[in-house]
């Protein structure tokens, strides 16, 4: 009986997860198409196929969805530069970082519809969720590998969060203008700038 029931649960959640995709997909492809002031909660039901008063089960309003998503494709970009690091070919911290910067802005680059949806927004989930927390999802272990490298590197920072945030933000807050509008030099040209800098952030805070 018990196995029945837990079919039963596994079932429901199945499908509770399914409607929170489309929902999801629904707005990220709308609030391109359309931008966030002009859709709806209504445009993004209709399109996700489900009833209104189940967004409300998973969504506060259109901004909450919206911050939910500025998050995931964050997570996912990521999550995608880590799996494509390879540690036995890069095996220095500090080039390992540069490393999944690197990746995460290429794939901006190469979409300009997600830079212009996540804005300047990479380090979202740090005000929302906590510095510790947007990288539990299982989706990304950015934090966990951070952490990892500053022991197996032996590299003492006063405080590693802070310094993941700083790192993060700091590409974040810039990359935009540079990718949208070669603001202040085009993204290849800017590169060398901006690692330079996230270098001098980590060799400066293992002097505390």
Do not use: C, W
Request: proline share 2%; no cysteine.
């Amino acid at each position: 009986m018990s196995e029945l029931v837990n079919k039963i649960k596994n079932k429901i959640e199945d499908k509770k997860l399914e409607k929170e995709i489309k929902l999801l997909n629904s707005a990220y492809k709308l609030y391109l198409t359309k931008g966030i002031n002009n859709t709806s909660i209504q445009d993004i039901v209709n399109d996700a196929g489900v009833a209104k008063g189940t967004f409300y089960l998973y969504f506060k309003d259109k901004y909450d969805i919206q911050e939910v998503l500025t998050i995931k494709k964050s997570n996912e970009l990521f999550h995608k530069a880590l799996q494509n690091l390879n540690t036995d070919v890069i095996n220095k911290f500090e080039d390992q970082l540069i490393f999944v910067i690197d990746y995460v802005i290429n794939e901006l680059k190469n979409n300009t519809d997600l830079v212009k949806f996540i804005y300047k927004d990479l380090s979202f989930g740090f005000y929302n969720q906590g510095i510790n927390t947007i990288f539990e999802s299982g989706e990304i272990d950015i934090y966990e590998t951070f952490m990892k490298g500053l022991n197996n590197n032996n590299l003492k920072l006063k405080n590693p969060d802070v310094t993941l945030y700083m790192i993060i933000e700091l590409t974040s807050s810039t990359i935009f203008n540079s990718i949208i509008k070669g603001i202040p030099l085009p993204i290849d040209e800017y590169k060398p700038y901006l690692y330079k800098t996230i270098r001098n952030i980590l060799n400066e805070k293992t002097n505390y």
